[in-house]
C-alpha cells in the first residue's frame, strides 16, 4: 500500500470538509475541554443584552408549556424554532427566550428507540444530530452526534463546537465516504481546529476498517485556509521492476498561477539509473478558451555504464489540446491537437495498451475564419503525422485555403416567377497553399529539413449548373479551371557515364494550368412489389439510381504548353515522356487527351412489416440493403485500354445488429505472360466477363441481454457509479493505475444494468492484381458478463490468422464493495504481458486511499 499517499489523503480531505461545514449544521467550534452542556454567556453580553433582527418564530404539534417566569418555553411534538433563514426541528425543544437559547434532543418511543431527532436547516441545507445547544444571539453552538455531507463526503462528529469569531471545534470525527449509518471504513479524527479564513490544525488521525484500527496514522497537520491559490508538494508512490529497480514515481510540486492557470511538475526515479520527468499545464479563462499542456522526458537505461549491454535511451512527448468557447468568436475558430514525440516512447512509457499498440499519431493546430454576410472563408492549420514503425514524420505548415463559396453571378437581385436557366449558373473559388516535408525523425531538427520542403499553391475555380429534363432527369453541366503555382521544377537528363537518369532541381517560379468540361445526367426508377393485406410482408420497394457523364480533358503533355519534357531512360535510347511538376505538392496538368464517360448504379431494397410493438403506424421499415453501387468508366480519346475496372461496393445491416460491408474491383482486360494488361477482353481469352483483382469484406456485430433493474450498481449508490461513469482500469480520480492497460484494453464501462455483452469483428481482403494473391484476415472480439450483482468479468482479443495465435489478450474483473471496489486486469500473453490488482475507495475524495500490486509489462524485455 502506498502509505505516504494515504496518510496525506487523511489529512488532506480533512481538511477540506472541515472548510466545507456549513456556518449553522456542525458549526465551527473552540477546542475547549469540560464545556458546560449550556454555552456560556460573555461578560459583555450580560451587561447589554443585543436585541435580534427579527422575531423567533415557535410551534408545536403537541404542547407548549412554559416555566412559571415565563422566560423558558417547552415544545413537545414536532417542535419548531424559526429565526430567519435558520429553523430547528426536533420532538423536544426547550427555548430560553432570555438568552435566546435553545435546546433540542430526540425522545425515546415505547420501544426505546430515539424519535424525533433535531433536524437543523440553514438554507437549502439540512442536518441531523443527537441534541443541539445554540444561541441564536451569539451564534455560537455544540452539537453532538452530528452526520453532515459534503461532495459526497461524510463526516460524523461526537462533538461540534462553533465559537463567536466562526472558529470551528471538532471532538471524534469520523471522516468516510460510505453513506451508511454505521460506514464499513472511515478516518477517525481526535480533534481539530479551522480557523476561517487563515489555517486548519488537525489532531492524531488514524484509519479505520470494519472497526479495525490500522496502524497508519498521523500525529498531527497544519495547513492554510484561504481562498487563494497556493503552492504544494505532491507525495510519490513508489514501486519496483525488476529490469529498472526501485522506483519513486508521480512526485512533484504543483503551483497555482493565478485565477486562469496551474502547473504540475512531476518526475520518476529508479535505482538503476533512469528517470523522467513530466511538465503538466492547464490553463482557462471562462467563455473564452481552455486547454492545457504536457512535456514528457524519459531517460530509459540498462546496465551499467562500460558494460557491453549498456543502453540509453533518451525519449520525448508533447501532448497539447486547446479549445474555444464558441460564444468567444462566433466568426473565427482556433483549435489544437498535438500527440507527437519520439518512435520509442510509448513503448517504455505507456500507460495505456492503445497507446501502446499504436504505431501512427496526428495533430492538427488550426485557424479558421468566415466573414458574414459574404461567401469568403479562410482556414490555415499545421499538420503533423508520424508512424512509429518506420520514424517517419510527415509536417504539413503551413497549409492555408481561402474559399469562395458558390455565387450566382447572373441571378436577378429582384426575381419573380420561375427563374431562367442562366440564373443557376453557379461560380465558386478555392485556392490552396501547401508546405510539406515528410523526413526521418532523428532530422527533424536539423537545418537540412528546410531543403527537404515541397510547397505550392493551387486555384480551382469551378462553373456550373443544373435542369431537369422532361422532370425526371437532371442535366448538370459545367466546366472547370485549375492553376499550379511552384518555385521549383524538374529537369531530367541521362547520364551517359553512370547509366542513369539524373533528376535536377530547377528554383524559379513556374506555373501551369489546366481546364476541362464535364455533364451528367442522373435520375431516379422506382419499383414496388405488395404483398396481401394478411400477409406480415407487406411491401418490398427497390431505388435504383443510375448516372452517366461525359467529361473532356485536352492533351496538356502538348509541346505547346511546356509542361512535359522527354528523357533518355536506357542505353538503347528509348524515351520517355515526363512532367516537370511530377514532384509537385499539388501535382500538375494531365497528360493525355482524355474524354471519359463514366457510368454508376446504386441501389437500395427496403421491406415494410407489421410491427405488433409499434402502436402508432403498425408498420416497420427493414433495411435489405442499403447500398449497392457499380461503376466503371469508358476513355473514348484513348488508343488502347478503354475500360477502366469495374468497382463493385454494398453494405447492409442484419437483423439491426449484424453490420456487413464488402468492395471489389474486376479487371475487363486478359493478363499477358509478363502480367501485364493488354488490349484483349478476359473474356476472349478465359471466357470469365471480368479478372477479379481485389476485394474486402468485413462483417462486425454486438450482442447484448435486455438491459437489468436500475439498482444494479449495488446499495449504497455511491459518488461513483457503475452505470458507465467509470472505465475499467482507472483510479476513481481517472487517471490509469499502474501498469496495466484495462482502461482501453478490455471492459471499456463497468455497467451492471447490461448483464452480458459481446463485440465481433471480422474483415478480410484479398488482391491478386497479377499471379500472385495475397490473403489477409484480422478478427478481434470483446465481451463482459456479469456474474453476480456485484461480480463482473470482461475480455477483449483476437485471433492473428497468419502466426496463427491469440493476439493481444486482456481478461479484467471487477467487484463492487459498496464504498469500495476491486480491480483485476490481466494480460496473459504476448509482449505486453502483465496484471494489475488493485482496492480502492470509490470516492475521488479519497483517491489514494488503495492497495496496488502489478507487474511491468517491461520486465518481459
Known amino acids: 500500500m502506498n502509505y505516504r499517499l494515504l496518510i496525506l489523503s487523511i489529512v488532506i480531505n480533512q481538511a477540506v470538509i472541515l472548510v466545507n461545514i456549513p456556518k449553522a449544521k456542525a458549526q465551527d467550534v473552540s477546542m475547549q475541554q469540560n464545556l458546560p452542556d449550556t454555552i456560556q454567556q460573555p461578560d459583555s453580553a450580560k451587561k447589554a443584552k443585543p436585541v435580534l433582527d427579527d422575531p423567533v418564530i415557535t410551534n408545536a404539534e403537541d404542547s407548549i408549556v412554559y416555566s412559571l417566569d415565563g422566560k423558558t418555553a417547552y415544545l413537545y411534538g414536532n417542535a419548531t424554532v424559526t429565526y430567519q433563514n435558520l429553523e430547528l426541528k426536533a420532538a423536544f425543544i426547550e427555548f430560553d427566550m432570555e438568552t435566546k437559547q435553545v435546546y433540542a434532543k430526540g425522545i425515546p418511543d ?186 514528457q522526458y524519459s531517460a530509459y537505461i540498462t546496465s551499467e555504464k562500460g558494460l557491453p549491454d549498456y543502453e540509453r535511451l533518451n525519449t520525448y512527448w508533447i501532448r497539447w489540446s486547446h479549445r474555444q468557447d464558441a460564444k468567444a468568436h462566433p466568426n473565427s475558430t482556433f483549435q489544437a491537437s498535438v500527440n507527437m514525440g519520439s518512435s520509442s516512447y510509448n513503448k517504455y512509457n505507456a500507460r495505456s495498451l492503445n497507446n501502446a499498440l499504436s504505431n501512427t499519431f496526428n495533430s492538427s493546430v488550426s485557424y479558421s475564419k468566415v466573414w458574414p454576410s459574404s461567401p469568403f472563408s479562410l482556414s490555415a492549420s499545421l499538420n503533423h503525422s508520424q508512424n512509429t514503425i518506420d520514424k517517419t514524420v510527415t509536417l504539413g505548415f503551413p497549409k492555408v485555403a481561402f474559399n469562395m463559396s458558390r455565387v450566382y453571378p447572373f441571378k436577378r437581385k429582384k426575381s419573380s416567377g420561375t427563374s431562367a436557366w442562366y440564373e443557376k449558373i453557379g461560380l465558386s473559388l478555392s485556392t490552396q497553399f501547401d508546405n510539406r516535408v515528410s523526413v526521418l525523425e532523428d532530422n527533424l531538427f536539423k537545418k537540412s529539413i528546410v531543403d527537404s520542403m515541397q510547397n505550392g499553391m493551387k486555384h480551382d475555380i469551378p462553373l456550373s449548373t443544373s435542369f431537369n429534363l422532361f422532370k425526371f432527369i437532371t442535366i448538370s453541366p459545367g466546366v472547370s479551371y485549375s492553376e499550379y503555382w511552384y518555385t521549383r521544377t524538374i529537369n531530367k537528363h541521362w547520364d551517359p557515364d553512370s547509366q542513369v537518369v539524373v533528376v535536377d532541381t530547377v528554383k524559379g ?263 500472385e494473391s495475397s490473403l489477409t484476415q484480422t478478427l478481434s472480439f470483446s465481451g463482459d458478463l456479469s456474474l453476480t450483482p456485484k461480480w463482473k468479468i470482461g475480455f477483449t482479443s483476437g485471433y492473428d ?48 486511499l488503495k492497495l496496488t500490486k502489478r507487474d511491468n509489462y517491461l520486465d518481459n524485455i
Open 509 to 771: 517560379f513556374k506555373r501551369g494550368y489546366q481546364y476541362s468540361s464535364a455533364i451528367s445526367m442522373s435520375t431516379k426508377i422506382y419499383g414496388m412489389f405488395q404483398f396481401g393485406k394478411m400477409s406480415k410482408i407487406q411491401a418490398i420497394r427497390h431505388v435504383i439510381t443510375p448516372s452517366v457523364s461525359l467529361s473532356y480533358r485536352p492533351d496538356f503533355s502538348d509541346a505547346n504548353y511546356g509542361f512535359y519534357k522527354t528523357v533518355q531512360v536506357d542505353s538503347t535510347g528509348r524515351k520517355q515522356q515526363y512532367s516537370i511538376f511530377e514532384k509537385g505538392i499539388f501535382g500538375g496538368p494531365g497528360g493525355g487527351r482524355s474524354g471519359v464517360v463514366n457510368f454508376s448504379l446504386n441501389n437500395n431494397i427496403e421491406m415494410k412489416v407489421r410491427s405488433e410493438k409499434d402502436t402508432v403506424n403498425h408498420v416497420k421499415k427493414i433495411k435489405i440493403l442499403e447500398g449497392l453501387n457499380i461503376g466503371t468508366s469508358y476513355n473514348m480519346l484513348a488508343d488502347s485500354l478503354n475500360w477502366s475496372d469495374i468497382s463493385l461496393s454494398g453494405r447492409t445491416n442484419l437483423f439491426d445488429k449484424v453490420n456487413l460491408n464488402f468492395s471489389g474491383a474486376f479487371s475487363p482486360y486478359a493478363l499477358d505472360e509478363s502480367g501485364s494488361k493488354y488490349n484483349k477482353s478476359e473474356y476472349s481469352q478465359s471466357g470469365k466477363l471480368a479478372r477479379f483483382i481485389r476485394g474486402t469484406v468485413s462483417v462486425d456485430f454486438t450482442l447484448n441481454s435486455s438491459k437489468g433493474n436500475s439498482n444494479s450498481t449495488g446499495s449504497g449508490n455511491q459518488s461513483q457509479g457503475m452505470g458507465g461513469d467509470l472505465p475499467l482500469g482507472t483510479s476513481p480520480d481517472g487517471s490509469n493505475f499502474g501498469d496495466s492497460f484495462s482502461t482501453q484494453y478490455g471492459m471499456d464501462y463497468v455497467d451492471f444494468n447490461v448483464p452480458w455483452n459481446l463485440r465481433f469483428s471480422y474483415n478480410v481482403s484479398y488482391s491478386k492484381p497479377v499471379f
Open 110 to 295: 415505547s420501544t426505546g428507540k430515539v424519535i424525533g431527532r433535531p433536524v437543523f436547516k440553514e438554507g437549502s441545507q439540512s442536518f441531523e444530530m443527537d441534541d443541539i445547544y445554540y444561541n441564536f444571539d451569539t451564534k455560537r453552538a455544540k452539537i453532538t452526534g452530528v452526520v453532515t455531507e459534503q461532495s459526497g463526503g461524510y463526516m460524523h462528529s461526537a462533538v461540534t463546537k462553533k465559537m463567536e469569531d466562526d472558529v470551528v471545534n471538532l471532538q471524534a470525527g469520523k471522516y468516510t465516504t460510505c453513506n451508511l449509518d454505521h460506514p464499513h471504513y472511515y478516518i477517525y479524527i481526535s480533534k481539530g481546529k479551522m480557523i476561517p479564513n487563515k489555517k486548519i490544525i488537525a489532531g492524531p488521525a488514524h484509519l479505520v476498517i470494519e472497526d479495525v484500527p490500522l496502524p497508519i496514522f498521523l500525529p498531527f497537520g497544519f495547513f492554510p485556509n484561504t481562498k487563494k491559490r497556493s503552492a504544494g508538494v505532491i507525495i510519490p508512490e513508489y514501486g519496483e521492476e525488476s529490469r529498472r529497480g526501485i522506483f519513486l514515481r508521480g512526485g512533484g510540486f504543483y503551483f497555482g498561477m493565478g485565477d486562469y492557470m496551474d502547473e504540475k511538475i512531476t518526475g520518476e526515479i529508479f535505482s538503476k539509473g533512469s528517470w523522467g520527468v513530466t511538465s503538466l499545464t492547464n490553463y482557462k479563462v471562462r467563455y473564452k478558451y481552455s486547454g492545457s499542456v504536457s512535456l
Open 801 to 848: 490468422f497468419k502466426n496463427k495465435k491469440l493476439t493481444t489478450t486482456s481478461l479484467n474483473f471487477f467487484r463492487d464493495l459498496h464504498c469500495w471496489e476491486m480491480r483485476l486486469t490481466v494480460i496473459p500473453i504476448g509482449y505486453y504481458k502483465s496484471f494489475s490488482f488493485q482496492i480502492n475507495v470509490r470516492s475521488a475524495m479519497l483517491k489514494d
